[in-house]
């Protein structure tokens, strides 16, 4: 595996020595093989990382905010050019299939994209004033630098949807990766520099050194970045586990925080589903990524009509799915992060048998071929009901399958978890799609008819409610959330008159 990164990262112009010594050794949860080794960083590097973002932003704010975009729109050239061999790098190092990995990629440059067309458009609002001769605007001013935490499972685009806004919104960059993904996001860095590079070719030091900066280690630095009252946004992508330490911290020193965090996705199979497109959006959501996205399908919620056509095929689907190593074409499914990933996956399989739960799958595959690798079948539980294990979210493909009767119990099944990303029903019935997506439907942050619950384009707000978090990055006016909020009020008059009516007559 290390002769293929190696290879890859050459592709891209990236020199493979730059990984071969440190004190942070990288695995690939393919073969659990080592494929490099980086230097992590120490309290003092990362508080200069952060001084040099601090002076950077005073600079870039003031540059034009369409130029600011070019700069982005330089960085999705790289990352156009390097999609194949980047979407490769990501496959090996948090073994999502291939096709996954180059999604990913796809996803950083259609953000880039999205950005440019925001860094045009930044635009606040005009407000009558009740005063003759005033007018009141709303201004969005760059806020200052961002620190973003992401996980091993969207190692590359999670930092994309927010450096992508925060650069053209104005702010620098600290990014704090997985520290089981650091080589994806060093060479993301590298693409960034030579952007840089290319950027300063045409505007010389309009963009300022520290614009965008990696740290790599465990919980402390992540800790350090969270602390420190220079970073105006700690964006963490991550689990609720983590964004439960990380707000209440950002939030003691008044800073602000942009969470995007568990879900636990339902799909609701109604009896007019059509059940051609309901399987292929059921396994896709369930499997893909093995189980490890965010929006990931974690539970169905079957009408008692539908249940025995649909449960059957959808096993016989599962028996077809291809898994083994995710840089071979074909596969579907790779294999998870690592050994606790996988002990996991079989502790809440054990807790949903102890629910009364029909387990079928979520056996280890491939160990002989893979012994320092965790491959798993995926799982499919049948329940009773929605039980206490069917509320956590466990990053594994295990797919839970309770039944309903009526629509409005099958809403309240789908909200009777505490994350609130993704949802989705499959219905051919327009009273009950528009019920679903309605104010008493899903409570979730999305709610999708006729797709699954995974795979959202970037031109939409993502991000969900509760447990999740409340924030949205990506598309919409999410933007917004990498500003700061200016509201001003002129006096072109030769009067100063005072709000509300207010009398104060000085002799
Ligand atoms: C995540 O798993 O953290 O909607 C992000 C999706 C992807 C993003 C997932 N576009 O599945």
């Not at 905010?65 to 980047?86: I, S």
């Not at 760059?142 to 104005?170: D, K, M, Q, R, Y």
């Not at 996988?342 to 739960?357: I, V, Y």
């Not at 008819?449 to 949205?472: Q, W, Y």
């Amino acid at each position: 595996m290390k002769t293929r990164v190696s290879d890859i990262l050459k592709s891209m112009q990236i020199d493979p020595a730059q990984f071969s010594d440190g004190n942070l050794k990288v695995h690939s949860p393919i073969d659990g093989s080592e494929i490099g080794c980086v230097q992590m960083d120490d309290r003092a590097s990362v508080d200069t990382k952060i001084t040099n973002a601090q002076s950077a932003f005073l600079k870039w704010r003031a540059v034009p905010a369409p130029r600011r975009g070019e700069l982005v729109r330089l960085l999705g050239e790289e990352l156009r050019e390097h999609k194949d061999a980047l979407g490769a790098l990501v496959t090996a190092e948090c073994g999502k299939i291939l096709e996954e990995g180059k999604g990913e990629v796809q996803e950083m440059v259609d953000i880039c994209e999205f950005a440019v067309g925001i860094s045009r458009q930044l635009h606040g609002l005009t407000i009558a004033s009740e005063r003759p001769g005033h007018h009141m605007r709303e201004y969005w001013q760059p806020l200052g630098p961002v620190g973003i935490i992401s996980a091993f499972n969207f190692p590359v685009a999670v930092w994309a949807w927010n450096t992508a806004l925060a650069l053209a919104c104005g702010n620098p960059c600290i990014w704090k990766p997985s520290e089981k993904t650091p080589m994806t996001a060093l060479a993301c860095q590298a693409l960034m520099e030579r952007a840089i590079a290319n950027f300063r070719a045409k505007f010389g030091d309009d963009a300022p050194d520290g614009l965008s900066s990696v740290i790599i280690g465990m919980r402390d630095v992540g800790e350090q970045m969270v602390d420190d009252p220079r970073i105006a946004l700690v964006s963490a992508t991550g689990s609720t586990r983590m964004g439960r330490e990380v707000g209440p911290r950002v939030a003691a020193r008044f800073g602000k925080c942009l969470l995007e965090l568990g879900g636990n996705n339902a799909i609701i199979v109604a009896p007019s589903a059509d059940l051609d497109m309901a399987i292929p959006g059921i396994v896709f959501g369930a499997v893909g990524t093995a189980g490890q996205r965010c929006t990931s399908t974690r539970r169905l919620i079957v009408h008692s009509s539908v249940y025995a056509s649909l449960v059957p095929r959808l096993k016989k689907a599962y028996e077809g799915i291809r898994i083994g190593d995710p840089l071979v074409d074909g596969t579907l499914v790779g294999p998870v992060i690592d050994e606790t990933s996988f002990d996991g996956m079989e502790k809440a399989l054990d807790a949903a048998r102890s629910e009364g739960g029909v387990v079928t799958g979520g056996s280890r595959v491939l160990a002989d071929q893979y012994p320092d690798a965790y491959y798993a079948q995926p799982a499919i539980v049948e329940l009773p009901g929605q039980s206490a294990s069917m509320c956590e979210e466990t990053f594994a493909p295990i797919l839970y399958i309770v039944k309903y009767d009526t629509l409005d119990d099958a809403i309240t099944l789908q909200n009777g978890v505490p994350q609130g990303l993704s949802s989705s029903i499959f219905t051919t019935d327009v009273r009950e799609a528009e019920q679903f997506i309605s104010a008493g439907g899903s409570d979730c942050g999305i709610a999708n008819v006729n797709i699954g619950t995974s795979g959202a384009e970037i031109g939409g707000a993502f991000g969900g409610e509760k447990e999740t978090g409340g924030g949205r990055e990506s598309g919409s006016d999410a933007w917004r959330a990498y500003m700061r909020r200016q509201t001003s009020t002129v006096n072109y008059s030769r009067e100063l008159p005072l709000a509300q009516g207010i009398k104060f007559d000085l002799d």
